[in-house]
């Protein structure tokens, strides 16, 4: 028998399904009070649980109660929500979810108003009273009262208060918040503070955060009010006890009592304890130094957190506490680490045999015809396809996804760190981690190709074909890539190049294709300028790339090898290490700067080509010998 409105209209199922709850549910009530109790017990969902499993043996009435009410203990509770605190405990999207409170119909609702006076368990008694509250109109506030009540008293400890338990009473504390002025809301708050105090100051054992969530729960809501010295006194205590076995445990409390402190308006007790903060994290980065392997990274991670926090301490302070000594201090070690690191870690390379590769090289460059081997040179490497590099990156995510679930840290030669990556916990990228992902893979691309083609080609034609700065002069004359004003100087980028001295190339082509990129977004009425404080100055590379006008002038794959190659910190940044002076004829990178060469150079001759390839090859060579 499956129950319907009509039916519940009717005084007798009414009567029935009240009597049923009264003979029945009581038995059932009494199992559920020990469950609550037990080891295995969880929460909401285990009820839900506990509720499906009673499903199969019920009789019909029973069975339609026990139903619903597993239904609404599988939704999950936002402690901290007016409008929505009771939301779907899954979603698959595309695929469905789970129940929501407005996805019940009117017989579930009348099952539930029907239930709830005969209920006793404060688990269902308060889910049910939150549902009607949303659900029901008019709205009685005796159902925030009910769901106050039971919420508080399930009695919390440090073993259950992360079973949903610290849910519910956090659900009770904003509840208060809310409605507490209503003279029909009556709760007494010294009382709900008291508890949780005394679990707090009667704590001894350490190693859980739950001493912690309930000294935070007192502060959001304003309760530490005559108990902060005593609070001060055991967080440092408990600190104290677990700070060389749990150091996030031990910075916790310190953090705690920082935010009591500040409260309190004892700023230069506030310094004291950042001070203290920061010397866990030193001596945490000097033990991992003894390590092996990752000793050294997780050094320099620990000393940066201490870096990060003495920045916090205020200025009137710095002086008392010697902050200037410290930060120096933790600066060399931070950056010693990390260069012990470099030179330690394990490097982690593929062999690949290219001797084919090199041989089509070979064939396809060597005894040809300037302009010919030129083009042959030209066209080895592929011209990246943003469509191709994200189907790579979508496939290494999908394939590789336990790399999703944690962050990455680039260090330069001279052991900065560069970039960081966070962490993306799933296989959706956001647009800014997208583009970050291809362009290490254009990066890879890139090296893997100038390692295995580029070079041998650029030997072979530097070896056959004797070029003078006339000839590059002429190329970059004749094409409508470069500005007629900029010809000769991209010509003498590209002549050093030819000769082998990438790092003075490079000193000039890079700036340079800055002024490139400018000038054709110019040329397209897109504003490459920014007016700050009455002063109107030019963008940068990075800033003008960044533009989503510029995609509109550029090619998107072409606006990402720009980039790679120039100014994102995951590709080679060669505009950044020439700008800033971080690179000198012994520290380049120089497969980076070889390929800035041949890209410049390539898209140059590009545009070059587009102008005279209806010529014969008589005629081609005429006119890149005789230009004018």
């Keep these: 028998m499956t129950l319907n409105f009509d039916m519940l209209k009717n005084y007798k199922y009414r009567e029935q399904i009240g009597r049923t709850i009264m003979v029945e549910w009581k038995y059932f009530e009494e199992e559920l009070d020990v469950f609550c109790q037990g080891e295995s017990f ?50 698959f999207f595309e695929y469905g979810r789970s129940a929501r409170p407005e996805d019940l119909s009117e017989v579930e609702i009348e099952i539930l108003e029907n239930t709830y006076e005969n209920l006793t368990n404060p688990w269902l008694k308060a889910r049910l009273a939150e549902i009607l509250w949303l659900v029901k109109k008019p709205k009685n506030i005796s159902w925030i009262q009910t769901a106050i009540d039971c919420y508080l008293s399930m009695k919390e400890t440090t073993g259950n208060w992360s079973k949903d ?8 504390f904003f509840l208060v918040a809310k409605f507490g002025r209503n003279p029909k809301v009556n ?21 859980n955060f739950i001493v912690l969530q309930m000294g935070e729960l007192l502060a959001n809501y304003g309760l530490l009010e005559n108990y902060e010295n005593q609070l001060i006194v055991k967080y440092l205590e408990l600190a104290d006890l677990c700070k060389e076995d749990n150091i996030h445990l031990a910075d916790g409390y310190l953090k705690a009592v920082i935010g009591i402190y500040e409260n309190l308006k004892q700023f230069d007790k506030t310094s004291e304890i950042i001070m203290q903060r920061a010397k866990i994290y030193e001596k945490e980065g000097d033990k991992h130094l003894r390590k092996e392997i990752v000793g050294a990274v997780l050094a320099q991670d620990s000393y940066e957190k201490a870096l990060q ?14 902050y200037a000594q ?48 030129l083009h042959r040179f030209l066209s080895i490497k592929p011209m990246a396809k943003l469509d191709d590099l994200q189907e790579k990156v979508f496939e ?27 962490a993306i916990g799933t296989n959706e990228l956001t647009n800014e981690h997208l583009e970050e992902k ?19 080609g650029f030997k072979i034609l530097q070896r056959e074909h004797n070029l003078r700065l006339e000839d590059f002069f002429h190329l970059t004359k004749l094409s409508s890539f470069i500005p007629e004003n900029r010809s000769r100087d991209i010509a003498k980028g590209l002549y050093l190049g030819y000769d082998g001295d990438f790092l003075t190339s490079l000193h000039l082509l890079a700036p340079q294709i800055e002024h490139i990129v400018r000038y054709h977004l110019k ?32 090619h998107e794959a072409l606006i990402i090898e720009l980039k790679t190659i120039f100014t994102h910190p995951s590709g080679f940044n060669i505009r950044n290490d020439v700008a800033h002076g971080l690179v000198s004829s012994d520290n380049y990178n120089q497969v980076g700067f070889f390929y800035a060469w041949y890209f410049v150079l390539r898209i140059t001759f590009m545009h070059f080509y587009r102008d005279v390839q209806s010529l014969d090859e008589d005629g081609f060579q005429d006119l890149v010998k005789n230009p004018s």
């Design 42 to 91: 969880y929460g909401y969902s285990s009820i839900s649980t506990l509720l499906d499993k009673k499903i199969e043996d019920a009789n019909d009435t029973l069975k339609e109660v026990l139903k619903v009410c597993s239904k609404i203990c599988f939704m999950m509770l936002i402690a901290d929500s007016m409008n929505q605190p009771l939301k779907e405990r899954l979603n």
């Design 396 to 422: 290494k995510t999908n394939n590789n996804f336990l790399s999703n679930l944690f962050g990455e840290k680039h260090f330069s030669g001279d052991a900065r760190v560069i970039k960081r990556s966070v």
């Design 326 to 373: 410290i930060e120096q201090k933790l600066y060399e070690k931070m950056h010693d680490a990390a260069q012990l690191f470099l030179e330690t870690a394990p490097q982690i390379s593929h062999q690949f045999d290219i001797k084919d590769i090199l041989d089509w090289v070979e064939s396809e460059i060597s005894g040809k015809e300037f302009p010919i081997a």
């Design 438 to 456: 291809i362009i290490e893979e254009c990066k890879r691309d890139t090296e893997f190709w100038t390692k295995s083609a580029l070079i041998e």
């Design 309 to 322: 926090i003495i920045a916090t301490i205020p200025r009137k302070f710095r002086g008392k506490f010697k």
């Design 165 to 172: 338990v610290g849910l519910c009473h956090e659900r009770a």
């Design 187 to 207: 709760v007494d708050i010294e009382k709900m503070r008291d508890a949780k105090i005394r679990i707090i100051l009667n704590e001894y054992k350490y190693p």
């Design 523 to 554: 040329n397209s009425d897109v504003k490459t300028t920014m007016i700050e404080d009455g002063v109107e100055t030019e963008l940068s590379l990075n800033a003008l790339l960044k533009k989503e006008e510029t995609k509109t002038v550029f």
